[in-house]
């Protein structure tokens, strides 16, 4: 079925391991986003991503690396875990054509830094 | 600058009763506007959004919100709660292109009794 999955759902890691969270759609949509999602602050968002290879820095970028190399694919590293990185991380997506577009959201992952 | 601010975080109705969770926006231009539900452990699933064809707008699941522009406020209503709303709910701005980025609230948790 066409969607968004995001991989894994749950993770613990500890602090300063290096994790990488995956994020794969199909519906060929240009935008893609990655928001954390903590008590209190609702979704904020972290990077995003107009097109292959154009990622650009969100409201809490500090620690996450992004990359898209492939249109489907948006991964979000976290180089150094730290436990304030440590919440839900959801992967969204949306079309190019035409404003008012709903941005579509993964399952989310969850991820624990020890 | 937008921002969304959503009043309550948790809001707790009767079973029938109605329900109203207020959005008020800021922006300094018009904005695209939407609703978003999230049930436990699942990810963000657009409810409704507001298109500027019409000012009261219906989505699924019996809500429906109206877009006031003097109040610049969005809320969100639906006639008889019923206990499967129970849910997190999510108003969020758009101003589209630019990248269609969002903004979102912090969250209303509505909560139903029997």
């Known amino acids: 079925d066409a969607g968004i999955t995001q991989s894994p759902r749950y993770k613990i890691t500890e602090t300063g391991r290096q994790v990488t969270l995956m994020c794969h759609q199909t519906?060929?949509?240009?935008?893609m986003f990655w928001y954390r999602q903590d008590l209190g602050h609702g979704l904020r968002l972290i990077y995003y991503s107009a097109a292959a290879d154009i990622t650009d820095k969100g409201e809490v970028p500090d620690g996450y690396v992004v990359s898209r190399s492939k249109t489907e694919n948006f991964p979000l590293t976290l180089e150094s875990a730290t436990r304030s990185q440590t919440s839900v991380y959801f992967c969204?997506?949306?079309?190019?054509?035409?404003?008012?577009?709903?941005?579509?959201f993964g399952d989310g992952t969850r991820l624990s830094i020890l | 600058a937008q921002s969304v601010t959503q009043l309550g975080s948790h809001v707790s109705v009767s079973e029938g009763a109605l329900v109203l969770l207020r959005c008020n926006y800021s922006s300094s231009v018009p904005p695209y506007l939407f609703w978003y539900v999230q049930y436990p452990n699942q990810g963000l699933q657009l409810l409704l959004k507001y298109t500027s064809a019409a000012t009261l707008v219906k989505g699924i699941n019996g809500f429906e919100a109206e877009f006031k522009k003097s109040e610049t406020s969005f809320h969100l209503t639906k006639p008889s709660a019923h206990m499967s709303d129970a849910a997190e709910y999510f108003c969020a701005v758009s101003r589209g292109g630019n990248f269609n980025k969002f903004y979102f609230g912090s969250g209303t948790k509505l909560n139903v009794k029997p």
């Open positions: 519906w060929s949509h240009s935008y």
């Open positions: 969204a997506s949306s079309p190019i054509q035409g404003d008012n577009q709903p941005q579509h």
